[in-house]
T-cell receptor
Framework: GAVVSQHPSRVICKSGTSVKIECRSL??????MFWYRQFPKKSLMLMAT?????????EQGVEKDKFLINHASLTLSTLTVTSAHPEDSSFYIC???????????????FGPGTRLTVL | RKEVEQDPGPFNVPEGATVAFNCTYS??????FFWYRQDCRKEPKLLMS???SGNEDGRFTAQLNRASQYISLLIRDSKLSDSATYLC???????????FGTGTSLTVIP
């Protein structure tokens, strides 16, 4: 139980285009979803926190107009990288948190990640 | 100052050794603490939560020191399969954001 999926797993796009990444909790309802970015050999950097039905809370230094987050339902959050540039190339991981029976309340369940390459 | 700081290692230890990692955090109001494990090219997975009273799960022991604002992870009788990156996670000011340390790389050598 508590599976999180991400789609696509890998995407290559041209500079200036927009890319949408989906994060789904498959067998539980995620009250909160988190979006992270991970650079090679570095840890996860929290980008934003989103609660279903409300605006996302962005971390300092993360442009909300560039990284659009929509958390339309308890099982789906999307991250749209608008007008992508090569420096946006990275590994994006989402996680979801919800009331999963038998698991710690604050445990986050991670998706497998999306590798974005902007040419 | 970073929210969470860890020694990145790498730690290279022989099988059967005991190894300990520490992680310091800056927000004294933090309430939730975790250790996650991340294998190469995989997503992080929860290893264990860290409670005020400390907790143990088999060969793994996690402790919290609020006065000094650090958490620790002790691995006894290391196995080859323990090789991974260990990430400490601490919740932030609002309680809703979670911050990861840079991770500590462990390699257990036969």
């Amino acid at each position: 139980g508590a599976v999180v999926s991400q789609h696509p797993s890998r995407v290559i796009c041209k500079s200036g285009t927009s890319v949408k990444i989906e994060c789904r909790s498959l067998d539980f309802q995620a009250t909160t979803m988190f979006w992270y970015r991970q650079f090679p050999k570095k840890s996860l950097m929290l980008m934003a926190t989103s609660n279903e039905g409300s605006k996302a809370t962005y971390e300092q230094g993360v442009e909300k107009d560039k990284f659009l987050i929509n958390h339309a339902s308890l099982t789906l959050s999307t991250l749209t990288v608008t007008s992508a540039h090569p420096e946006d190339s990275s590994f994006y991981i989402c996680s979801a948190r919800g009331g999963v029976a038998g698991r710690p309340y604050n445990e986050q369940f991670f998706g497998p990640g999306t590798r974005l390459t902007v040419l | 100052r970073k929210e969470v700081e860890q020694d990145p290692g790498p730690f290279n230890v022989p099988e059967g050794a005991t190894v300990a990692f520490n992680c310091t955090y800056s927000n004294s109001a933090s309430q939730s603490f975790f250790w996650y494990r991340q294998d190469c090219r995989k997503e992080p997975k929860l290893l264990m939560s860290v409670y005020s009273s400390g907790n143990e799960d088999g060969r793994f022991t996690a402790q919290l020191n609020r006065a000094s604002q650090y958490i620790s992870l002790l691995i006894r009788d290391s196995k080859l399969s323990d090789s991974a990156t260990y990430l400490c996670v601490v919740n932030g000011f609002t309680g809703n954001q979670f911050y990861f340390g840079t991770g500590t790389s462990l390699t257990v050598i036969p």
